[in-house]
């Protein structure tokens, strides 16, 4: 399958800063990645879409002032965190679209711990 | 978007008997089915997916079945190891882009 790279892993974070993660699509491009977030045990829940070369697609309540979305390569997106709160640590994840047989791939994921 | 259900949220069996794991999905328009797999703390790996043109598919142990017309598809797994133990998601795609995803099954193999 294809190799989709997510860093950093782990982040520590202290209350008010902000925590930006890249997702790189390895050996592809990736038209459209996605972000999600997971809490322990739980399921993936959907954020944004990201489509390169123009805005993210943000779902029902998720402030998209507080959670940056740029895909500004066919290769790479990042999610920032701004001014990041203890209820924001979570383990977020990416993911990216193979081409057009709608195959979707999974980067390793951030557990992002903010003090 | 799109609704996906999934059953049971925990399953435990017997080394060698087999599982099954039902989602239900809310739009018609969704055509893409695929099953991940989830190890604790590791990324999610595509397992097998079914599009809405094929009733059923098969991968040696796994298999998913699709019910268009009842909006509902299972995944099998039969002959169960250990290491099938994980938690394992349904997926839907949405307007040919969005994937939404089942709740989750955590599914143990009794040695």
């Known amino acids: 399958g294809a190799v989709v790279s997510q860093h950093p892993s782990r982040v520590i974070c202290k209350s008010g800063t902000s925590v930006k993660i890249e997702c790189r699509s390895l050996d592809f491009q990736a038209t459209t990645m996605f972000w999600y977030r997971q809490f322990p045990k739980q399921s993936l829940m959907l954020m944004a879409t990201?489509?390169?070369?123009?805005?993210?697609?943000?779902e029902q309540g998720v402030e998209k002032d507080k959670f940056l979305i740029n895909h500004a390569s066919l290769t790479l997106s990042t999610l920032t965190v701004t001014s990041a709160h203890p209820e924001d640590s979570s383990f977020y994840i990416c993911?990216?679209?193979?081409?057009?047989?709608?195959?979707?791939?999974f980067g390793s994921g951030t557990q992002l711990s903010v003090l | 978007g799109e609704n996906v259900e999934q059953h049971p949220s925990t399953l435990s069996v017997q080394e060698g008997d087999s599982a099954v794991i039902k989602c239900t999905y809310s739009?018609?328009?969704?055509?893409?089915f695929p099953w991940y797999k989830q190890e604790l703390g590791k990324r999610p790996q595509l397992i097998i997916d079914?599009?809405?043109?094929?009733g059923e598919k098969k991968d040696q142990r796994i298999a998913v079945t699709l019910n268009k017309t009842a909006k509902h598809f299972s995944l099998h797994i039969t002959e169960t190891q250990p290491e099938d133990s994980a938690v394992y998601f349904c997926?839907?795609?949405?307007?040919?882009?969005?994937?939404?995803f089942g709740t989750g099954t955590s599914l143990t193999v009794i040695p």
């Open positions: 993911s990216a679209r193979q081409g057009a047989d709608e195959k979707l791939f």
């Open positions: 990201s489509n390169e070369g123009s805005k993210a697609t943000y």
């Open positions: 997926a839907a795609i949405y307007a040919g882009n969005q994937f939404y």
């Open positions: 079914i599009r809405s043109n094929v």
């Open positions: 739009d018609s328009a969704s055509n893409y």
